[in-house]
């Protein structure tokens, strides 16, 4: 049996329980009042149950309210109730003829079966005219049989109350329909709010049954940190993190080292709820092997007044792509170590031929140089794997003037940008005093000052600025060449990325230079950015901490070898 079917049962036994109560109901008031009277007239008025009229109206009200009380009206046609209010009339007719000397005005009481008879389901026309007929009848119940004159004329109020009940009547039946009209409406908004709800608990499995497929964790939060809203997969990472519903804690949370506990106002969900929008941050969750790496990202909800109501996290497990890029990175390493050897010995003998006791012809000493010049190139590309095998490269701070490194680097390259119609400009404030590997940052300089003089194609200025803040130091090299779109700009800092428009211009590089520029500015603790507008130059800004804080690595980290 469907739940719909067992629905349909349950509400028609409920309205056959409904009409049987209601059909003893509107009964009852009426045979109260009537047993009320007929009890209390041996006291109120003696002689009232004398009258063999009063006694057949009061037996008729007892029989029609057992009746009411014993018949399965449920089992029987629908109009068959209304017999009742029909001979609750004569009922009362009896009562009243019977009681008329000392009670005249028990015909009243017709008004219990007007209002029955209006809140039936009869047209209006019929229930009104049984109305009308009915209320004519109970005062007019004495003058049956008797034509006298004296006795019309004493009755000829017998129309006011056929006209008091008509006029109840039509009241009653409008409140009625006005009544239904509203069931009738809440009803049909009870419908659509089921149907609402039907399709929201619809919606609430699709979106559960979406949650539980996609292989991404997935958190929402409220305000305070409570979790509104998660997925299997996320319930796999609490696991692994090892966190406590209880007091919402996770013990097994580690930064990119996979060692450090990540200080809990660095977790997403508290910088996500602190307002911030973030993606791509590398954490590690679990122990042991089953440690894994996520790569979360997180933003806040905000309410209409702008406060943040919550926020919502989402984590990526990133383990493999982890270990390939470290795979990668150990590969370059250990490629770069074996391509070192034997080009180091190669340009030793290329130089011992040259210096040879014996001169080569010209000839031959061109090929010789040529060979030179290319293993050279080869042995600087491999220091530049060398330096962009680890996330970070050893640096050695040290009080430097950082202005005249500025300078010393404007002068070692002015010889290019003048074959290349480049103007190179400065503007410093000397001197920088601050704490940095002074290698490092020329070489940070060289890279900078040489990707702008080769991208500057059809010449131009190259311009390099520096000034010094309370808590930074700022470097601008400004370039007016080929410039990038904004998607090529994110990603210049990638290992081994070259934009289309260099490839197509068949500019030399190997797409490591950026890479290792941002890798020696984050070991000095500073950020490097770029903005870029195609066709308009581009603007590469190196921020420096001015206290000189450095970000050291481990002792097995691997230098660049020159």
Known sequence: MTSDTTAVRLRALASRV???????????????????????????????????????????????????????????????????????????????????????ALGVLVIFPVV???????????????????????????????????????????????????????????????????????EQKDQELNELLRAAIDRERVLTAILNTVDVGLTAVDAHGGTTLTNRQQELFNRLAGRDDDDGTAPLVFGADRTTPLPADRRPQHRALTGETFADQLIWVGDGDAQR????????????????????????????????????????????????????????????????????????????????????RVLELVADLLSTAGDRVRVHPRPVDLAALIEMSVRSNQLRAQRNGVMLRTTTHTPLWTLIDPLRISQVLDNLLSNAIKYSPGGGVVSVRAAESEAAIDLW??????????????????????????????????????????????SHGGTIRCTSTPGAGSRFTVTLPANGEVHRVAPDSIEESV
């Open 293 to 376: 790496a996520l790569s979360t990202a997180a933003r806040p909800i905000k309410g209409a007044d702008g406060s943040i109501t919550g926020a919502l996290i989402v984590c990526s497990d990133v383990t493999e792509l982890v270990e390939a890029v470290s795979a990668k990175d150990a590969f370059i390493s250990n490629i770069s170590h074996e391509f070192h050897a034997p080009l180091t010995s190669v340009l030793g003998y290329l130089e011992l031929v040259l210096e040879d006791e014996h001169p080569l012809p010209e000839h031959l000493r061109g090929y010789v140089d040529v060979a030179g010049r290319n293993a050279q």
């Open 116 to 186: 029955w008879l209006m809140r039936s389901s009869l047209p209006t026309w019929a229930a009104l005219g049984i109305t009308l007929v009915g209320s004519f009848l109970v005062p007019a119940w004495p003058l049956l049989g008797s034509l006298e004159p004296e006795l019309l004329r004493s009755q000829l109020g017998l129309l006011l109350l056929p006209t008091v009940m008509g006029c109840i009547a039509v009241v009653v039946r409008m409140m009625s329909l006005l009544a239904r009209a509203r069931e009738i409406e809440i």
């Open 18 to 104: 409904t009409l049987d109560r209601s059909v003893i109901l509107c009964q009852i008031p009426l045979a109260l009042i009537v047993v009320v009277i007929g009890v209390t007239s041996p006291v109120f008025r003696p002689g009232m149950m004398a009258s063999t009229v009063f006694d057949v109206g009061f037996s008729m009200t007892l029989l029609l309210t057992a009746l009411c009380v014993v018949v399965p009206w449920r089992e029987l046609p629908r109009g068959c109730l209304l017999v009742v209010p029909v001979l609750d009339f004569v009922a009362i007719a009896l009562v009243r003829a019977g009681a008329l000397e000392t009670q005249p």
């Open 477 to 522: 090299v400004e370039d007016h060449g080929m410039g990038m779109t904004e998607q090529e700009a994110s990603q210049v800092f990638s290992r081994f990325y070259r934009t289309p428009g260099a490839r197509r211009a068949q500019i030399e590089g190997a797409g490591l230079g950026l890479a290792i520029t941002k890798s020696i500015v984050e």
